[in-house]
């Protein structure tokens, strides 16, 4: 399980999984394509990003590829630190 705050930082609740099921509701978007829009700007090496609906994404962990075998849950997690510095935070609009 992990969770993702609208600033793009992931807290990764479990061990270190291929897939991760992010519940992303609280992101307000409107539509899926909203949403997919929105992640795919966001996808990083080894990191990617699959829109499943307004209120779900899977974040999916290249585990296999040969560039990151050797990466420890330490080292997934500093990725993804630096990804959420590295990346706008959602806006909410007031309407």
Known sequence: MARMMLDNSVTVR?????TYKIPVGHFGFATTQ???AYFQ???VDYIDFVVVD???VL?????TN???ASWT???WMTALDNRAASVSP???SNN
């Open 14 to 18: 479990t061990g270190l999984n291929a």
């Open 34 to 36: 909203e949403a997919t």
């Open 41 to 43: 700007t966001r996808d």
């Open 54 to 56: 307004v209120n779900t």
């Open 59 to 63: 974040m999916e962990f290249e585990l």
């Open 66 to 68: 040969s560039a990151v």
């Open 73 to 75: 849950f330490s080292d």
């Open 90 to 92: 959602r806006t909410l």
